[in-house]
């Protein structure tokens, strides 16, 4: 099973601030099927980016996905209030599907 | 616009069972796989089962496979978790998901209910 390594596990932040989350992937994602999803206290995930770096219907292009080889990356360009909250990547292109444990970003 | 609502969830003791329901309104729906993804409390997420769109396809973690049953019923556009041999391992809250293809396998989620919490506790 692939392994997703979020890091850093918390991130501090202010509003306007770029915001850089990783997702390290044990072994290589078959066609790059990787997505982030957007977690709020209470509520149910959100996705965000599919396909590694193709933004889902309705999200504000501030926010971005990248890959280099097992390296995955979700960037957010500049922080709103609204965007504090937990982020979660997912691999789908190898079975079992993987989560990573998640990014808190914080105020 | 999708709407997906669970519902089933509750207290139940160990080695008891249960049976979620999901109900599904807004797309064709014996066109698109669904899924469960349960979310222990203060913790990450993990993938549970998913069926295919009609339903000829199923898909289970390790962790409940043989335990749990995923069925659809495309008369009443629900999804359906039976949950036997329940351990303190499976207190969750369980998600409805929808995927954007068929088959499921293989897939992210482009639409989440809100969840029903599984408590398993004596």
């Known amino acids: 099973e692939i392994v997703l390594t979020q890091s850093p596990g918390t991130l501090s932040l202010s509003p306007g601030e770029r915001a850089i989350l990783s997702c390290r992937a044990s072994?290589?994602?078959?066609?790059?099927?990787l997505a982030w999803y957007q977690q709020k206290p209470g509520q149910a995930p959100r996705v965000l980016i599919y396909?590694?770096?193709s933004r889902a219907t309705g999200i504000p292009d501030r926010f971005s996905g990248s890959v280099s080889g097992t390296d995955f990356t979700l960037t957010i360009s500049r922080l709103e209030p609204e965007d504090f909250a937990v982020y979660y990547c997912?691999?789908?292109?190898?079975?079992?599907?993987?989560f990573g444990g998640g990014t808190k970003v914080e105020i | 616009e999708v709407h997906l609502v669970e519902s089933g969830g509750g207290l139940v003791q160990p080695g008891g069972s249960l049976r979620l329901s999901c109900a599904a309104s807004?797309?064709?729906?014996?066109?698109?796989?669904l899924t469960w993804v349960r979310q222990a409390p203060g913790k990450g997420l993990e993938w549970v089962s998913t069926?295919?769109?009609?339903?000829?396809?199923?898909y289970y973690a390790d962790s409940v496979k043989g335990r749990f049953t995923i069925s659809r019923d495309s008369s009443r556009s629900m999804v359906f978790l039976q949950m036997n041999s329940l351990g303190g391992e499976d207190t969750a809250v369980y998600y409805c998901?929808?995927?954007?293809?068929?088959?499921?396998?293989?897939?992210?989620?482009?639409?989440w209910g809100q969840g029903t919490l599984v408590t398993v506790s004596s």
């Open positions: 997912q691999q789908y292109g190898n079975s079992p599907l993987t």
């Open positions: 396909g590694a770096s």
């Open positions: 807004g797309f064709p729906f014996s066109g698109y796989a």
């Open positions: 072994q290589s994602v078959s066609g790059s099927h």
């Open positions: 069926i295919s769109g009609t339903g000829e396809s199923t």
């Open positions: 998901a929808k995927c954007p293809t068929y088959r499921g396998s293989g897939s992210y989620y482009d639409y």
